[in-house]
C-alpha cells in the first residue's frame, strides 16, 4: 500500500507541473457553496461545501476530493431550504401563507371592526423563525352609547369603564310617557361609533271614547299621555269582547277598543232545552236569556234510529241560531205525545 501510496503522489507532482489533470473550480448548483475564488484545484485537495444561509445540507459527502483525473469525487451532497413552524391561527382576523420555507411570506388581516396591533406579514428568516410573531386583532372601541333625553340605553353585556367594542349591542328604552322614535337597537360599528340615538318625544292620545252599552274606569276629558290605560265593561246583560283595557299607542292612537254584544233569547215555544248542563222546559226557562258566546242545546230526533240527540248552538251578539233538524211539535202533539218527543226518549 505504501508504494502504491508513493506511486501516486509522484504521478501528482507529474502533473501538477505539467498543467495537466488538474481540477477546475466546481460548478455548484442549487443552493450550495464554498469558500474562496480559487480556479484550479490540484489532485488530491479536498474541498468542504457548504449550504447558503437558509438552507439545510442533506446526505453527503460534504467534502468532495480532487482525483488524478482531474475530476471532482462524487456527492449526493444537497441543500434543502430551512422550514418555519406553521403558524397559528390568529382570533378576529385571518392568515394567509402558501409555504413556510425559508423566505416565504405570511400575510395577516384583521377583521373588520377589528385593528391590528404588530406587523401584518412575516418572513420565514434564516434561523428557520419568522421574522415577527403574529399580530393581534384588537376590537374598535366606540366609548359610551349616546343617551337620548327622557331615555336611557341598556346593553346587551356588562360595560366595563368608559369604552366598548365593537359589535356590542344595546337596546334604547323612553321613559314613558316619553315614546321612542327611531331606532330602538344600537351597535358599536367597525367604525368605532355607535348607530344614531333614537328620539324620546311626549306622546298623548285623544280623550278616550265611551263604548256602546258600556262604561270606562274614567270620566277624565283630557288627554292621555302613552302608554296610560283606560280599563272598559259593559252594562248587564251585555258582555265584553276584545281587550279589557286600552292603551295609549306611540302613534298617539289608543289600541284596539272592546265592544259589547248582546244576549239572545232561545225562539222555541215548545220542547226542552239543555243550558249549563241543566236539561229543561223552556217554559222554566226564565228569563229566557243567553248570554253572548254561551252555549245552548235542543234536541232533535234521528228518525232512523229513533233515538233524540242535543245539538248546540251559540249566541252570537243577540243571533242565536236554531239548528234545521229541530222540529217545533205542535200543542197538541206536545201535550197528548210529550213522552216522545226527542228529548225524552232515547238518546242516542
Ligand atoms: C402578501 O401580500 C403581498 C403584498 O400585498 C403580496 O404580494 C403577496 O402575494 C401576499 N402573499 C400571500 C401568500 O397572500
Ligand atoms: C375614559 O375615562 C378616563 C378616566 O375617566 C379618561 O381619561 C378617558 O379619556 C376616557 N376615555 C374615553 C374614550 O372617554
Ligand atoms: C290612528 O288612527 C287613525 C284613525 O283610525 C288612523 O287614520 C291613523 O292612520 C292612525 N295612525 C297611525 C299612525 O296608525
Same mark, same amino acid.
Given at each position: 500500500?505504501?508504494?502504491?501510496?508513493?506511486?501516486?503522489?509522484?504521478?501528482?507532482?507529474?502533473?501538477?507541473?505539467?498543467?495537466?489533470?488538474?481540477?477546475?473550480?466546481?460548478?455548484?448548483? /442549487?443552493?450550495?457553496?464554498?469558500?474562496?475564488?480559487?480556479?484550479?484545484?490540484?489532485?488530491?485537495?479536498? *474541498?468542504?461545501?457548504?449550504?447558503?444561509?437558509?438552507?439545510?445540507?442533506?446526505?453527503?459527502?460534504?467534502?468532495?476530493?480532487?482525483?488524478?483525473?482531474?475530476?471532482?469525487?462524487?456527492?449526493?451532497?444537497?441543500?434543502?431550504?430551512?422550514?418555519?413552524?406553521?403558524?397559528?391561527?390568529?382570533?378576529? /382576523? +385571518? *392568515?394567509?401563507?402558501?409555504?413556510?420555507?425559508?423566505?416565504?411570506?405570511?400575510?395577516?388581516?384583521?377583521?373588520?371592526?377589528?385593528?391590528?396591533?404588530?406587523?401584518?406579514?412575516?418572513?420565514?428568516?434564516?434561523?428557520?423563525?419568522?421574522?415577527?410573531?403574529?399580530? +393581534?386583532?384588537?376590537?374598535?372601541?366606540?366609548?359610551?352609547?349616546?343617551?337620548?333625553?327622557?331615555?336611557?340605553?341598556?346593553?346587551?353585556?356588562?360595560?366595563?369603564?368608559?369604552?366598548?367594542?365593537?359589535?356590542?349591542?344595546?337596546?334604547?328604552?323612553?321613559?314613558?310617557?316619553?315614546?321612542?322614535?327611531?331606532?330602538? *337597537?344600537?351597535?358599536?360599528?367597525?367604525? /368605532?361609533?355607535?348607530?344614531?340615538?333614537?328620539?324620546?318625544?311626549?306622546?298623548?292620545?285623544?280623550?278616550?271614547?265611551?263604548?256602546?252599552?258600556?262604561?270606562?274606569?274614567?270620566?277624565?276629558?283630557?288627554?292621555?299621555?302613552?302608554?296610560?290605560?283606560?280599563?272598559?265593561?259593559?252594562?248587564?246583560?251585555?258582555?265584553?269582547?276584545?281587550?279589557? +283595557?286600552?292603551?295609549?299607542?306611540?302613534? /298617539?292612537?289608543?289600541?284596539?277598543?272592546?265592544?259589547?254584544?248582546?244576549?239572545?233569547?232561545?225562539?222555541?215555544?215548545?220542547?226542552?232545552? *239543555?243550558?249549563?248542563?241543566?236539561?229543561?222546559?223552556?217554559?222554566?226557562?226564565?228569563?229566557?236569556?243567553?248570554?253572548?258566546?254561551?252555549?245552548?242545546?235542543?234536541?232533535?230526533?234521528?228518525?232512523?234510529?229513533?233515538?233524540?240527540?242535543?245539538?248546540?248552538?251559540?249566541?252570537?251578539?243577540?243571533?242565536?241560531?236554531?239548528?234545521?233538524?229541530?222540529?217545533?211539535?205542535?200543542?197538541?202533539?206536545?201535550?197528548?205525545?210529550?213522552?216522545?218527543?226527542?228529548?225524552?226518549?232515547?238518546?242516542?
Amino acid at each position: 500500500m505504501e508504494r502504491l501510496f508513493l506511486l501516486c503522489s509522484g504521478l501528482l507532482v507529474t502533473t501538477v507541473t505539467s498543467q495537466h489533470n488538474v481540477c477546475s473550480r466546481p460548478e455548484l448548483q /442549487g443552493n450550495i457553496e464554498m469558500t474562496g475564488i480559487q480556479r484550479f484545484f490540484s489532485p488530491g485537495v479536498e *474541498l468542504a461545501l457548504s449550504c447558503k444561509q437558509g438552507y439545510t445540507p442533506v446526505s453527503g459527502p460534504r467534502k468532495i476530493v480532487c482525483t488524478m483525473n482531474g475530476v471532482w469525487t462524487n456527492t449526493k451532497f444537497n441543500c434543502i431550504p430551512k422550514r418555519c413552524p406553521h403558524p397559528e391561527l390568529i382570533t378576529n /382576523g +385571518e *392568515l394567509f401563507y402558501e409555504n413556510t420555507v425559508y423566505q416565504s411570506t405570511i400575510n395577516y388581516t384583521c377583521h373588520e371592526g377589528y385593528t391590528m396591533t404588530g406587523s401584518s406579514s412575516a418572513v420565514c428568516q434564516a434561523s428557520g423563525t419568522w421574522s415577527t410573531p403574529a399580530p +393581534e386583532c384588537i376590537p374598535v372601541s366606540c366609548g359610551h352609547a349616546p343617551v337620548p333625553v327622557y331615555g336611557m340605553v341598556i346593553y346587551n353585556k356588562a360595560v366595563r369603564g368608559n369604552t366598548t367594542n365593537f359589535g356590542l349591542t344595546a337596546i334604547y328604552v323612553c321613559n314613558p310617557p316619553y315614546a321612542l322614535f327611531g331606532n330602538q *337597537l344600537a351597535e358599536c360599528t367597525a367604525s /368605532g361609533t355607535w348607530t344614531k340615538a333614537p328620539e324620546c318625544r311626549v306622546v298623548t292620545c285623544p280623550p278616550p271614547q265611551d263604548i256602546e252599552r258600556g262604561y270606562m274606569s274614567t270620566n277624565e276629558k283630557r288627554e292621555f299621555f302613552y302608554k296610560e290605560k283606560v280599563k272598559y265593561d259593559c252594562q248587564s246583560p251585555y258582555v265584553l269582547e276584545g281587550p279589557m +283595557e286600552t292603551v295609549c299607542l306611540e302613534n /298617539g292612537n289608543w289600541s284596539e277598543k272592546p265592544s259589547c254584544k248582546g244576549p239572545c233569547s232561545v225562539e222555541i215555544k215548545r220542547g226542552r232545552i *239543555l243550558h249549563k248542563g241543566k236539561k229543561m222546559w223552556i217554559q222554566d226557562f226564565q228569563p229566557n236569556r243567553v248570554l253572548h258566546q254561551e252555549i245552548v242545546s235542543v234536541y232533535c230526533m234521528n228518525k232512523a234510529m229513533k233515538c233524540g240527540y242535543a245539538v248546540p248552538t251559540q249566541c252570537i251578539d243577540g243571533t242565536l241560531k236554531i239548528p234545521e233538524c229541530f222540529e217545533e211539535p205542535s200543542g197538541i202533539e206536545f201535550t197528548l205525545k210529550s213522552n216522545s218527543l226527542p228529548s225524552e226518549i232515547e238518546q242516542c
